[in-house]
């Protein structure tokens, strides 16, 4: 028997049954539910999967807030020279403890060599979480465990990047590029100093050091027969930091006695 199409519905199933035409077909109960069976924590609730439980339960639960998160993966950086914040020089935890009421949320800074503004991020996928004023009442600690973790970090860091060399005649440029974030900062190591010193200062020859911005640090070994060569290398800083998007500083350092100090020349 054919059902008149304008009576609605359609042909699936038997005319006898209910006929609903794209109702999945229904599932009957040949027993009652035990009420008193354990919950399955499981199944699904009205329809709906259950949400992943998240790692971090509380804010509170993060390096911002916690030290022995952030102890490990606090790492230094460069700023370009008039950087302005909270001078790490002279501030104590006691200090800040007594104005704990005013917020610090300024950049902690502190002086790195040759002038350069030093400040303290934790890495953060993608974005870094500069260290302030808050952050060092939150963990309870002075600014010198501070600086000590985060320099620690970067020589556990910089102990296995690798560096690139170029050599083209007498020439020889070694640079840092891993694009880690911590290439320029490099600089602060003294073994990473020492290292290029040995490296490019041999034979009486000078050691010029760019580092243009945050992801590169270059040094380079300028001999006494080649004085030309300083300009050129001056060219590719200004170069290397006009185009980048984190730019350092333009001007070029010399490595002399183990320090890190502008080329004068």
Do not use: C
């Not at 004023?133 to 860091?157: K, Y």
């Amino acid at each position: 028997m054919e059902r008149d199409r304008n009576e609605g519905g359609t042909d699936f199933g038997r005319d006898l049954a209910r006929d609903l035409g794209v109702e999945p077909p229904s599932s009957l109960r040949d027993h009652a539910p035990d009420i008193l069976s354990p919950i399955d924590e499981s199944a699904p609730v009205s329809g709906h999967v259950r949400a992943p439980v998240s790692a971090v339960t509380s804010p509170v639960d993060s390096p911002e807030h916690d030290w022995t998160l952030a102890r490990d993966i606090i790492r230094p950086a460069f700023r370009p020279v008039g950087t302005h914040g909270l001078a790490v020089e002279g501030l104590d935890r006691d200090t800040l403890a007594q104005h704990s009421m005013q917020s610090h949320a300024q950049p902690l800074v502190d002086d790195g060599p040759a002038g350069l503004p030093v400040i303290y991020a934790i890495p953060a996928g993608g974005f870094d979480i500069v260290a302030n004023g808050d952050h060092l009442l939150s963990w309870g600690i002075e600014p010198v465990e501070l600086q000590d973790a985060a320099l620690r970090n970067l020589a556990a860091w910089s102990s296995s990047a690798a560096w690139t060399n170029e050599i083209s005649g007498e020439r020889r440029l070694i640079s840092s590029d891993t694009g880690d974030g911590l290439d320029a900062v490099r600089i602060l190591l003294p073994e990473v100093v020492a290292y290029l010193a040995q490296e490019l200062g041999q034979g009486g020859a000078r050691v010029l050091v760019g580092i243009p911005e945050r992801h590169l640090l270059s040094a380079a070994s300028l001999r006494a027969d080649d004085k030309d060569f300083a300009a050129m290398f001056a060219e590719f800083v200004v170069e290397q930091s006009g185009g980048a998007d984190e730019p350092i500083d333009r001007r070029v350092f010399e490595i002399v006695d183990g320090r890190l100090v502008e080329f004068s020349g």
